[in-house]
């Protein structure tokens, strides 16, 4: 499997996240040894000042499992967490 075909999976399986003007969000992908993590990016968010602003809340990653194909959610942490937690709820 590849990351494109990863992504594949993911838009095939999933609503595309949109920014805030409706346009759809940039969609990554990360490798790792035995899967795929697929995120959406969004744009920083400031206040009408300009001063940045944390990120809403909520939201997901998707885990595509190379060998099966198998998607898994996990949540919106960074990319490296996500990954150790997907380890880990793998290894349960």
């Not at 075909?5 to 095939?12: C, D, S, Y």
């Not at 595309?16 to 993590?37: M, N, Q, S």
């Amino acid at each position: 499997m590849t990351s494109e075909q990863a992504l594949a999976i993911v838009r095939g399986r999933y609503a595309l996240p949109t920014l805030p003007d409706g346009t759809p969000a940039e969609l990554r992908v990360t490798e790792f040894d035995i899967g795929y993590l697929v995120y959406a990016v969004f744009p920083p968010v400031t206040d009408a000042a300009g001063r940045p602003q944390p990120a809403p809340p909520g939201g997901s990653k998707i885990v595509v499992v190379k060998d099966t194909g198998e998607t898994v959610t996990v949540p919106n942490l960074p990319s490296e967490e996500a990954i150790a937690l997907y380890r880990k709820q793998r290894q349960s």
